[in-house]
């Protein structure tokens, strides 16, 4: 399980919902508010990542816990960019809490996140792995849930597949074969973002001309709205504006 926040639209600083806002990324590490069986303090690392002025993802991830890194306040600071993504994680048990497990996982042209857990793994999403070319499961960050579904959307995003429909195709997927599957995706493009709230909370507001989401409202900014559980979330960036459209995927089973 982790929290995650995400930024598209005109140049913001990650700084400020990473760490500085009432309810920062760094204040949902240790005391989040909406739990829905996710993990009470995400300590097993966290990361954050942003376009760079050069148009390519910049990445920092640690295995420590997000408050008590000293050099990300200062590596912040100056930061300025159209699309960023943090997270912070609680590694699900049996999962290794290493530095390749932390989101975001990114490309040259991608940053993702997993707020979740895949329930029977590795059994549960065996055919899933068996479609990912073997040097790429070889290259796994780290042998974890997360990183087996970036590398499954990695594989269909280079092969030209929409990113809106690879997202919307994997967690109907990994729901089939994994019952009870969290599945909140974020996937953070240079001028698209897609994110899904499956079985665990997800919000979103305006801000200004972009439009920020994240695991539990941030702030005390007003126009905070919850996204519906199975829903998938479409932001798209013009520079200048940004627009975002919800629609139903399909309802979480629940196992409780």
């Known amino acids: ?123 549960s999403v065996a055919g899933l792995a068996e479609e990912v070319p073997v040097v790429d499961l070889l290259r796994l960050d780290a042998p974890t849930d997360s990183a087996l579904l970036w590398a499954w959307l990695r594989r269909a995003l280079r092969g030209g597949a929409d990113p809106v429909d690879a997202v919307r195709e994997l967690v109907r997927r990994v729901a089939a074969t994994s019952r009870g599957a969290r599945l909140n995706l974020l996937l953070v493009g240079r001028s698209v973002l897609v994110a899904t709230a499956w079985s665990h909370s997800l919000w979103s507001r305006s801000a200004g001309a972009g439009v920020l989401i994240a695991s539990e409202p941030c702030d005390e900014e007003p126009g905070w709205r919850p996204v519906p559980d199975g829903g998938l979330l479409v932001a798209r960036s013009d520079g200048a504006s940004t627009t975002c459209e919800v629609e139903k995927i399909a309802q979480p089973e629940r196992t409780e």
């Open 1 to 123: 399980m982790c929290r995650h926040v995400a930024y598209l639209g005109p140049p913001s600083a990650p700084a400020e919902p990473v760490l500085h806002a009432p309810h920062s990324l760094v204040v949902q590490a240790y005391a989040p508010k909406d739990m829905r069986g996710g993990g009470t303090v995400n300590v097993d690392g966290f990361g954050v990542g942003w376009f760079a002025d050069d148009g390519y993802p910049t990445r920092y991830r640690r295995a420590g816990p997000i408050w008590t890194d000293p050099a990300l306040e200062r590596m912040l600071r100056p930061v300025r960019s159209t699309a960023f993504l943090g997270a912070v994680r609680s590694g699900t048990v049996g999962m290794p809490v290493t530095e390749g497990a932390c989101a975001p996982f990114a490309d040259d042209d991608w940053l993702f996140s997993h707020n979740g857990v895949v329930l029977g793994w590795p059994e």
